[in-house]
Nanobody, 120 residues
Framework: QVQLVESGGGLVQAGGSLRLSCAAS????????MGWYRQAPGKQRELVATATSGGSTNYGDPVKGRFTISRENANMVYLQMNSLKPEDAAVYYC???????????????WGQGTQVTVSS
């Protein structure tokens, strides 16, 4: 099994910045895509950003130009969030997809989530 552990959430004022981290652990051979999703109360979970092992990135429209995703090693992903707005407040979830494991598994994993609160 693969575990994802997020960190870096918290309370920030509008216009401020936060950096989220996610570390994947387990008997991992490779991870194709790592990314971030978020879910605000009463709303569906939505894409924030993804990054492939090949270096391609993809962003949800609401965060383009303000958030940056990076994979600084194979099993970690970061999300730099700048110019935060109250509407960015949500629980942010890390996801690893296309995971090749030493022992076959589901290949798609989610973290427990980290809360981001933005005060106006």
């Amino acid at each position: 099994q693969v575990q994802l552990v997020e960190s870096g959430g918290g309370l920030v004022q509008a216009g401020g910045s936060l950096r989220l981290s996610c570390a994947a652990s387990g008997l991992i051979l490779s991870i194709n895509v790592m990314g971030w999703y978020r879910q605000a109360p009463g709303k569906q979970r939505e894409l924030v950003a993804t990054a492939t092992s090949g270096g391609s990135t993809n962003y949800g429209d609401p965060v383009k130009g303000r958030f940056t995703i990076s994979r600084e090693n194979a099993n970690m992903v970061y999300l730099q969030m700048n110019s935060l707005k109250p509407e960015d407040a949500a629980v942010y979830y890390c996801r690893a997809a296309g995971v090749r494991e030493l022992r076959p598994g589901p290949g798609d994993y989610w973290g427990q989530g980290t809360q981001v609160t933005v005060s106006s």
